[in-house]
């Protein structure tokens, strides 16, 4: 695994396992105060073209706590898109840095930074990817229950980024995966068909909807979103006037869907909701 810019092309299936394990243990050595230098010496570099809270400070602490060292470049700190090529951009800075983590627009910028440079390049967020997300819901969901191959989870909302990389994570999981969108901002067929064909190996069960009540049926997880592909947010309105239908039912087995960000699980039994994964340091 050279690049993490979305799951299909880039992880397989044991090294999913490997980074979700890798990341509990770091997390659990975090946590009892236990040094882990392992990229002691090495350098990330953090382009943000979009800012986040979150993820840039999960990345810089991340960093720090792994004895490496985070340098934040803004769209005002590099000459991209003024000037300058993504594939100048890549030549230059893969020969200062040991690796790459951009959060952007554009899906193809990041494919394309990875094609001309020479170091790992992690997609911190795109349009159509967020795939760094996906791996902390994983994570948390797998703290919680113990495993993922079989669990299932349902996505409620805009067919955005998120949706786009949790098609893809539970497919290469092994975990079954309904995603309830509305018709007019559904997930596209091309990361359909990626989940579908990685699903065919793990065995993991995909059902693609507009019926969030038929979506949620059986589930282990629940998770909503609201943001669409272009990153303009919806208002909580309007997604919860999209699934209506949902909130006048009553869920099976107790479950309850809120609009919140995505990632949701319980330990008070099949299904219910504790906070998301915002630790993203744990998955570096």
């Given amino acids: 695994m050279k690049h993490f810019i979305d799951f299909h092309t880039d992880v397989t299936i044991d090294e999913l396992d490997a980074l979700i394990n890798t990341a509990i243990d770091l997390k659990a050595k975090t946590k009892a105060s236990v040094p882990h230098p392992i990229l002691s010496g090495k350098s990330l570099g953090m382009i943000f073209s979009k800012s986040s809270t979150r993820t840039r400070v999960s990345f810089e602490v991340g960093m720090y706590q792994l004895g490496g060292q985070a340098l934040f470049l803004s769209s005002d700190d590099i000459q991209l898109g003024r000037g300058e090529s993504i594939e100048d951009t890549a030549k230059v800075l893969t020969r200062m840095l040991d690796c790459i983590m951009i959060r952007t627009f554009s899906h193809q910028d990041i494919v394309d930074l990875a094609r001309y440079g020479d170091i790992p390049i992690i997609n911190g967020l795109s349009d ?10 994983l994570i948390t969901i797998k703290e919680h229950k113990g495993s993922l191959k079989g669990l299932k989870l349902a996505y409620v909302g805009d067919g955005n980024n998120v ?11 092994g975990m ?3 995603v309830a969108t509305p018709s007019t901002h559904a997930c596209p067929q091309f990361y359909v068909d990626q989940a579908l064909a990685d699903a065919k190996i793990t065995g993991s069960e995909i059902l693609i909807t507009e019926d969030p009540v038929a979506a949620i049926q059986a589930l282990h997880l629940q998770a909503v979103g609201g943001v669409l592909p272009d990153g303009a947010v919806r208002q909580e309105r309007e997604v ?7 909130l006048a039912a009553d869920p099976p087995q107790g479950c309850r869907v809120e609009a919140a960000d995505v ?3 319980d330990d008070d039994g099949p299904c219910g909701r504790v906070e998301q994964a915002v630790d993203g340091a744990d998955q570096r």
């Fill in 163 to 173: 949706a786009n990389s949790l098609l893809q994570a539970c497919a290469k999981a």
């Fill in 263 to 265: 990632g949701a699980v």
């Fill in 240 to 246: 919860l006037e999209d699934h209506a239908d949902l």
């Fill in 176 to 178: 079954h995966i309904s």
């Fill in 128 to 137: 159509d990817q967020h795939p760094t997300q996906a791996l902390a819901d």
